[in-house]
């Protein structure tokens, strides 16, 4: 399966946060998850669901998930982890 695309996950992030009424003005890889609203919650359900889109598991880092603070962060951490 093809990786998605950072543009893919910023869209899917916007999609998981509009869907709670916290519809961001602006979302771009320098935006802070705790700004955005964006909860550990958000995050597992975008794991879900680029785990759906690629077909397969993520491989999940402890340490990284703990350093995860922009939405940079989650882009890197998803390449990472093998999205």
Excluded: N, Y
């Excluded at 709670?20 to 609203?37: F, H, M, V, W, Y």
């Amino acid at each position: 399966m093809t990786p998605l695309s950072r543009a893919e996950v910023l869209e899917t992030m916007r999609f998981i946060l509009d869907k709670q009424g916290k519809a961001p003005e602006a979302i771009d890889e320098s935006s802070r998850l705790e700004t955005l609203g964006f909860r550990s919650l958000d995050f597992s359900e975008l794991c879900l669901r680029v785990e759906d889109a690629l077909g397969k598991e993520l491989d999940f880092d402890a340490a990284r998930l703990r350093r995860i603070e922009t939405v940079a962060d989650v882009c890197a951490f998803l390449e990472g982890a093998g999205a």
